[in-house]
T-cell receptor, first 113, second 115 residues
Framework: SQKIEQNSEALNIQEGKTATLTCNYTNYSPAYLQWYRQDPGRGPVFLLLIRENEKEKRKERLKVTFDTTLKQSLFHITASQPADSATYLCALRGYSSASKIIFGSGTRLSIRP | DAEITQSPRHKITETGRQVTLACHQTWNHNNMFWYRQDLGHGLRLIHYSYGVQDTNKGEVSDGYSVSRSNTEDLPLTLESAASSQTSVYFC??????????????FGPGTRLTVL
């Protein structure tokens, strides 16, 4: 069955450093990979999308890579700030616009001052 | 501004009762989704709809039902609440069409406790 794995343990990073989160998947060939941010008590918020034919996508301090050979995406936050502390979810979608999005369980990121 | 709202935000009910969670979006999106989120499981899809009168089962649909009578609303009904359905429920919507990113816009969630 399709499976998405994210770091189950929380990631603790010193402010100013680069945080790197991992998303691995199996038994799936996604057309798109999305990253969402979720704060406690709130719904997820979309951050970035990367297509299967894109190696890298950037948005301000965020960078996402997508390696379809390794079946892995890396999500980087550079110059991390305490306000970046949240849970980050990766999600996969197939080619069809009717494809459902499958979510990983998320990685909790804590940035300490 | 367009938004997606859920009500109630918190609900406590008893085993065996019927419960309906409301979801309303003003994005005019065709696609709407219901998820549950439990520790260690992430977001799991319960039901989804691609338009009025269309409903589909997700991976954890047993014990739940939805109906779509208009574009804005997708209520989720627990026919006979069970303790295993204690969870946080999120509603989401997205545009349809191959040219869109299909990013999902989520509501604030409903925390349901079944005693």
């Amino acid at each position: 069955s399709q499976k998405i794995e994210q770091n189950s343990e929380a990631l603790n990073i010193q402010e100013g450093k680069t945080a790197t989160l991992t998303c691995n998947y199996t038994n799936y060939s996604p057309a798109y990979l999305q990253w969402y941010r979720q704060d406690p008590g709130r719904g997820p918020v979309f951050l970035l999308l990367i297509r299967e034919n894109e190696k890298e996508k950037r948005k301000e301090r965020l960078k996402v890579t997508f390696d379809t050979t390794l079946k892995q995406s890396l999500f980087h936050i550079t110059a991390s700030q305490p306000a970046d502390s949240a849970t980050y979810l990766c999600a996969l979608r197939g080619y069809s616009s009717a494809s459902k999005i499958i979510f990983g369980s998320g990685t909790r990121l804590s940035i300490r001052p | 501004d367009a938004e997606i709202t859920q009500s109630p935000r918190h609900k406590i009910t008893e085993t065996g009762r019927q419960v309906t969670l409301a979801c309303h979006q003003t994005w005019n999106h065709n696609n709407m989704f219901w998820y549950r989120q439990d520790l260690g499981h992430g977001l799991r899809l319960i039901h989804y709809s691609y338009g009025v009168q269309d409903t589909n089962k997700g991976e954890v649909s047993d014990g739940y039902s939805v109906s779509r009578s208009n574009t804005e609303d997708l209520p989720l009904t627990l026919e006979s609440a069970a303790s295993s359905q204690t969870s946080v429920y999120f509603c989401a919507s997205s545009e349809s069409g191959t040219s869109s990113y299909n990013e999902q816009f989520f509501g604030p969630g409903t925390r349901l406790t079944v005693l």
